[in-house]
């Protein structure tokens, strides 16, 4: 058999030539989350419940488009992709009917990023479970699975879900993620992860819901896999991996007390029910609810609130037809009754709570559940049938664990389960940009220190000024990274989701090309990951349909490097070309190169037209903040990367490493050099040893710079200096500097003479 493209040697990557190779990626693409037929984005209602007939036959992208997308992706230097499909994509119409076509787009996709050279890894992407409990991921069948009624869950506020938000144009900005914390996701995922132990009585097909899930889930994956195998080209030499389910949430599994929110709940925003409030209304009684909402200084309660739903559950009621999807329900589960009911949890004739802590134990063992015993329980009984279902059909596949977000890592160290095929997937990002949408040049905070206890007062948490924001991040994902070795064992560590939103300031780049704001973050986030010595990273997000209106059309996100109203970065030595056509995707002026000149992309869905009915938000097109993620990189290096920078501001890349004897003297160290920063004749390079070379080649169909570097043995260095360009570099803003001051006043210490580092 031939040597696999990619493989683990010593918790790092190498190719064939075993040469080091760092994955550098982006996430592809956003618009999986979504149909394309019907085209149902999330703030459209029409259609939407009409969910077993839905289609991905163009997701991520159509075929015909798939070249000026992956040309666009190699020329940013990107090496990997992170594949996002979702299992409502595979198995909408019903248990067990998967979509022939899909699969088959998806295979025609997938070869065409074998032409650009992408490393793949498949991700089975959910956010709170599916499209009807407002995010993405599962059919709609497995709603009715467990019981519940999707169409309810807007007067019930079982979930929060755009497409049927009474004004989808006010639908508050990151609202979705709270749906983790309602009645809906919550008892899916308890379902999904814990349903032997929580719910008993939930039988379907003569099996348990936790079974009849998870084993729909690992088949529909397995099909896909195995048809990735039969394909015959792209098994290894394009995939070579796959990441498990998308950031895993553990429901009410471990909940102290229903009647409570818990302290580690975080995120507050909008109505904020309690689990048990949450049971009240999912059975139609009304309830007065706190509200929350977000600013530079976490949650703060803004008010109550009344919920109605006048007497509407968000149950199944008790004359459903069951036999829509063909499955059997077991006698002792009643339709139209709370399943947490019928468990003994709460009395619905009385509305009283009887088992408050019903969630914090494993009823088996009588065990206390906290995050990480849920982690090495519940969510590794499910890794491991995973990795295993995958592996029975990829049979050399990497397996991408990500274990709860931003939680302990699975206790794997010396046991069977440290395979030496393995991947710790992280996911990090920073929370005070993500959730007030601006980028605070004064004061950030340390969160993963604040989780981990590091702080004896949150106050020493602040870290002031950009540099020491900066450096706060990068001890963060190095932070992370350590964790990873010392629970997971000597693995490579891919951060596969980091990324900042671009509608900052009330949307400001768009009304005025001013990008500084995205241009310091996303630099501060690339920084930081370098910086913290990961084996890899997949920044979120690319999304072919991205507009300044409606951002990545998916709950108000707005994540994508690329929008069909801003322009690509410039490349000096590429043709452009410029096409139109009905839908509205990326235009990619330098899709046409003199290697794919005689390839014909018939009518490729861009188009020429306004995306937004506001011109104010589409007159200034600026680069998107390209420079700051179009930046120099390791490709492949004859030795192992020791550490390695790209400064923007000076535009001064440099890389060490530590080369073994014994090498070819032929292998060189492959990086790539975008021109836009090191335009080749105005740049110059400084080595510790050897020879070297600037050169602009096509082999995997996009013109991309490379600088080849052959050096001797040892500790190596290399440093290049491009062109400087001039950065919009703003101070910090007296609104910034008002919350370090409110902050202050919180925390009743001032910290103006402080430097906490």
């Known amino acids: 058999?031939?040597?696999?493209?990619?493989?683990?040697?010593?918790?790092?990557?190498?190719?064939?030539?075993?040469?080091?190779?760092?994955?550098?990626?982006?996430?592809?693409?956003?618009?999986?989350?979504?149909?394309?037929?019907?085209?149902?984005?999330?703030?459209?209602?029409d259609d939407f419940f009409d969910g077993d007939n839905v289609k991905f036959h163009a997701r991520p992208f159509r075929k015909e488009d798939a070249h000026i997308h992956f040309s666009r992706i190699k020329r940013f230097g990107y090496n990997t992709i992170r594949y996002i499909f979702t299992w409502e994509a595979?198995?909408?119409?019903?248990?067990?009917?998967?979509?022939?076509?899909?699969?088959?787009?998806?295979?025609?996709?997938?070869?065409?990023?074998?032409?650009?050279?992408?490393?793949?890894?498949?991700?089975?992407?959910?956010?709170?479970?599916?499209?009807?409990?407002?995010?993405?991921?599962?059919?709609?069948?497995?709603?009715?699975?467990?019981?519940?009624?999707?169409?309810?869950?807007?007067?019930?506020?079982?979930?929060?879900?755009?497409?049927?938000?009474?004004?989808?144009?006010?639908?508050?900005?990151?609202?979705?993620?709270?749906?983790?914390?309602?009645?809906?996701?919550a008892t899916i995922f308890t379902m999904f992860f814990g349903g032997q132990d929580f719910a008993p009585k939930c039988i379907i097909d003569g099996v348990n819901i936790q079974d009849y899930l998870q084993r729909h889930f690992m088949r529909a994956c397995a099909h896909l896999a195995k048809r990735i195998h039969e394909a015959g080209d792209l098994e290894n030499?394009?995939?070579?991996?796959?990441?498990?389910?998308?950031?895993?949430?553990?429901?009410?599994?471990?909940?102290?007390?229903?009647?409570?929110?818990?302290?580690?709940?975080?995120?507050?925003?909008?109505?904020?029910?309690?689990?048990?409030?949450?049971?009240?209304?999912?059975?139609?009684?009304?309830?007065?609810?706190?509200?929350?909402?977000?600013?530079?200084?976490?949650?703060?309660?803004?008010?109550?609130?009344?919920?109605?739903?006048?007497?509407?559950?968000?149950?199944?009621?008790?004359?459903?037809?069951?036999?829509?999807?063909?499955?059997?329900?077991?006698?002792?589960?009643?339709?139209?009754?709370?399943?947490?009911?019928?468990?003994?949890?709460?009395?619905?004739?009385?509305?009283?709570?009887?088992?408050?802590?019903?969630?914090?134990?494993?009823?088996?063992?009588?065990?206390?559940?906290?995050?990480?015993?849920?982690?090495?329980?519940?969510?590794?009984?499910?890794?491991?049938?995973?990795?295993d279902t995958i592996r029975t059909i990829h049979q050399d596949a990497i397996l991408l664990c990500q274990p709860p977000t931003l939680e302990i890592p699975p206790s794997m160290k010396g046991t069977k389960d440290d395979d030496p095929r393995m991947v710790y997937a992280p996911h990090y990002y920073d929370g005070i940009t993500l959730m007030t949408k601006k980028w605070n040049r004064t004061w950030n905070v340390d969160v993963f220190g604040v989780l981990r206890g590091r702080y004896l007062h949150p106050a020493f948490a602040i870290k002031i000024g950009e540099s020491a924001i900066r450096n706060s991040f990068k001890e963060q994902l190095a932070a992370i990274k350590k964790e990873g070795q010392d629970y997971m064992g000597n693995h490579p560590c891919i951060l596969t989701e980091f990324g900042i939103p671009y509608d900052m300031d009330d949307k400001h780049a768009y009304k005025t090309g001013d990008y500084s704001s995205q241009t310091a973050a996303m630099d501060a986030n690339h920084f930081a990951v370098e910086g913290?010595?990961?084996?890899?990273?997949?920044?979120?997000?690319?999304?072919?349909?991205?507009?300044?209106?409606?951002?990545?059309?998916?709950?108000?996100?707005?994540?994508?490097?690329?929008?069909?109203?801003?322009?690509?970065?410039?490349?000096?030595?590429?043709?452009?070309?410029?096409?139109?056509?009905?839908?509205?995707?990326?235009?990619?002026?330098?899709?046409?190169?003199?290697?794919?000149?005689?390839?014909?992309?018939?009518?490729?869905?861009?188009?020429?037209?306004?995306?937004?009915?506001?011109?104010?938000?589409?007159?200034?097109?600026?680069?998107?903040?390209?420079?700051?993620?179009?930046?120099?990189?390791?490709?492949?290096?004859?030795?192992?990367?020791?550490?390695?920078?790209?400064?923007?501001?000076?535009?001064?890349?440099?890389?060490n490493l530590d080369a073994p004897r014994g090498r070819s003297p032929d292998s060189a160290t492959v990086i790539f050099l975008p021109e836009?920063?090191?335009?080749?004749?105005?740049?110059?390079?400084?080595?510790?040893?050897?020879?070297?070379?600037?050169?602009?080649?096509?082999?995997?169909?996009?013109?991309?710079?490379?600088?080849?570097?052959w050096h001797n043995d040892g500790a190596q260095s290399i440093k290049v200096t491009g062109l400087v360009r001039p950065l919009n570099a703003l101070p910090g803003t007296a609104e910034e500097n008002g919350y370090l001051e409110q902050c202050q006043q919180s925390y009743g210490v001032d910290l103006r003479g402080c430097n906490v580092m």
């Open 90 to 185: 595979i198995e909408a119409a019903g248990p067990g009917i998967y979509d022939e076509e899909w699969i088959q787009h998806t295979i025609d996709v997938l070869r065409v990023a074998k032409e650009y050279g992408f490393y793949v890894f498949m991700d089975p992407h959910q956010d709170v479970w599916s499209r009807y409990c407002g995010g993405s991921g599962a059919p709609m069948w497995t709603i009715y699975a467990c019981g519940l009624n999707p169409q309810s869950f807007a007067a019930t506020e079982a979930a929060i879900v755009h497409n049927t938000y009474p004004e989808p144009e006010q639908f508050p900005k990151m609202i979705w993620s709270t749906n983790y914390y309602r009645l809906a996701a």
């Open 1 to 45: 058999m031939a040597s696999l493209r990619l493989t683990i040697e010593d918790g790092q990557f190498q190719d064939r030539y075993g040469r080091h190779v760092l994955l550098r990626g982006i996430n592809v693409a956003a618009d999986a989350k979504l149909p394309s037929q019907p085209d149902v984005p999330s703030h459209v209602a």
């Open 237 to 387: 030499e394009v995939v070579f991996g796959w990441e498990s389910l998308n950031e895993p949430n553990r429901g009410m599994i471990g909940h102290v007390n229903l009647d409570a929110i818990p302290k580690e709940q975080q995120l507050k925003k909008g109505t904020c029910p309690t689990l048990w409030q949450s049971f009240l209304t999912g059975s139609g009684r009304a309830c007065e609810i706190d509200t929350w909402d977000i600013g530079g200084l976490g949650a703060y309660k803004v008010g109550r609130s009344l919920i109605d739903p006048h007497g509407e559950h968000a149950w199944l009621p008790e004359d459903y037809d069951d036999s829509r999807y063909g499955w059997k329900r077991d006698p002792g589960w009643k339709l139209g009754e709370c399943i947490w009911a019928q468990h003994g949890v709460w009395d619905p004739s009385q509305d009283v709570l009887l088992q408050k802590n019903y969630f914090e134990r494993n009823p088996r063992t009588g065990e206390v559940i906290d995050y990480h015993t849920f982690t090495n329980t519940y969510f590794m009984g499910f890794y491991r049938d995973y990795r």
């Open 532 to 655: 913290a010595g990961m084996e890899g990273y997949t920044l979120w997000v690319y999304a072919a349909t991205n507009d300044h209106q409606r951002g990545d059309q998916w709950n108000g996100e707005d994540l994508s490097i690329v929008s069909v109203d801003d322009q690509s970065l410039p490349v000096s030595n590429l043709p452009k070309t410029a096409t139109s056509s009905t839908r509205a995707e990326v235009n990619d002026e330098t899709s046409v190169t003199p290697s794919n000149l005689k390839q014909t992309l018939s009518n490729p869905s861009i188009s020429s037209d306004a995306s937004s009915p506001n011109p104010e938000l589409t007159n200034n097109p600026g680069y998107r903040a390209a420079e700051a993620y179009v930046r120099p990189a390791p490709i492949a290096t004859s030795g192992k990367v020791v550490n390695y920078s790209f400064d923007l501001k000076t535009c001064q890349f440099t890389l």
């Open 676 to 709: 836009y920063h090191f335009p080749k004749e105005q740049c110059t390079v400084a080595v510790s040893s050897g020879k070297w070379e600037i050169s602009t080649d096509d082999e995997e169909r996009a013109w991309v710079q490379k600088i080849r570097w």
